[in-house]
């Protein structure tokens, strides 16, 4: 029953801002970290972002540094995405995935730790 469902996918200009939510359900373990990651077209899926749901500490690669921001509310049910000043190239279908971890190792953070995936909300930067 573990589920992870996306939303808030948008056409938006580049520049505009959109905050995209991954509603979560069925976790039990106090271990674990969500990661947002974006498969752009005939491209690999790469993470955006990655917020550990046990210390809250967060992650964000140097292109999406400054710019985007992951947060989450005090009971835990849904992750944030805030997406600002989104360019041409943020285009892709975004995906939030849990990565379940070792409290004594810690989480990778990437797409290959990821243990379930959302179905992924379209996100489409144009003018």
């Known amino acids: 029953q573990l589920q992870l469902v996306e939303s808030g996918g948008d056409l938006v200009q580049p520049g505009g801002s959109l905050r995209l939510s991954c509603a979560l359900s069925?976790?039990?373990?106090?271990?674990?970290?969500i990661g947002w990651f974006r498969q752009a077209p005939e491209k690999g899926r790469e993470g955006v972002s990655c917020l550990n749901m046990n210390d809250f500490t967060t992650y964000y690669p140097d292109s999406v540094k400054d710019r985007f921001i992951v947060s989450t509310e005090s009971a835990k049910r849904t992750v944030y995405l805030q997406m600002n000043n989104l360019k041409t190239e943020s285009t892709g279908l975004y995906y939030c995935?849990?990565?379940?971890?070792?409290?004594?190792?810690?989480?990778?953070?990437?797409?290959?730790?990821?243990?379930?995936w959302g179905r992924g909300t379209q996100v489409n930067v144009s003018t």
């Open positions: 995935g849990a990565e379940f971890f070792n409290p004594g190792f810690g989480t990778t953070c990437q797409v290959g730790g990821v243990n379930f």
């Open positions: 069925g976790f039990t373990s106090d271990y674990y970290a």
